[in-house]
């Protein structure tokens, strides 16, 4: 099946910073999302984004499909920024597939 | 609009006792997926209803998990008995065909 790597695995940045997490993927996706894990355990929607880019605030994303990587950028780093950062694909079936994540901390 | 409920949020039983998961997914959301996290390893699919029909169930990891939704409405997710392996965290998502998954809060097992 297909692979998901996501790096680094641990992060930790004060706060005010800027940081980039790597999503790579070993073949083509239908798919592919951006989530928050936060401190309470909670899966929230980033970004829905099988290629291009897009942006939400502080947040932006990019997925380049033909070389299956994607980035998440997050500017201005805030202590509420803190936890896991998954990334997920779907190829053909429509179960995601998910990274081991990245896991963010923003000192202040 | 309310989102993708669970329920409890957190259960804690002894090796050997049932316990059962429920979703309640977004009004209106025909596929529901039940996903774990377990070890903080990665996310890992369960299963997939569309409706009241099982999908695509190849990430049970046996047959001490049984899942159901009946009526195409709530679900389910019984285990019996539970092994401490199966302690983590629980995740129910639904979507409408052709949409997003959306995830609710997990439910929080702890086998001991």
């Known amino acids: 099946g297909i692979q998901v790597e996501q790096s680094p695995p641990d992060l930790i940045l004060q706060e005010g910073a800027n940081s980039t997490l790597r999503c790579n993927f070993s073949?083509?996706?239908?798919?592919l999302q951006w989530f928050h894990q936060n401190p309470w355990g909670q899966l929230i929607n980033l970004f829905y984004?099988?290629?291009g880019t897009k942006q939400n605030g502080r947040l932006s994303a990019t997925t380049v499909a033909t070389e299956r990587y994607s980035l998440l950028y997050i500017s201005s780093s805030q202590t509420t920024d803190s936890g896991v950062y998954f990334c997920a694909v779907v190829q053909g079936a429509q179960k995601l597939v998910f990274g081991q994540g990245t896991r963010l901390t923003i000192n202040p | 609009e309310a989102g993708v409920t669970q329920f409890p949020s957190h259960s804690v039983i002894e090796k050997g006792q049932t316990v059962t998961l429920r979703c309640d997914p977004i009004s209106g959301h025909d596929n529901l997926y039940w996903y774990r996290r377990v070890m903080g390893k990665e996310i890992k699919f369960l299963l997939h209803?569309?409706?009241?029909?099982?999908?695509?169930e190849s990430g049970m990891p046996n047959n001490r998990f049984l899942a159901e939704r009946t009526g195409g409405t709530y679900s389910t997710l019984k285990v019996q008995p539970a092994e401490l392996e199966d302690s983590g965290v629980y995740f129910c998502a639904s979507k409408v065909s052709g949409g997003v998954q959306f995830f609710g809060p997990g439910t929080r097992l702890t086998v001991l």
């Open positions: 984004i099988p290629s």
């Open positions: 073949d083509s996706v239908n798919n």
């Open positions: 209803f569309v409706k009241e029909s099982k999908q695509d």
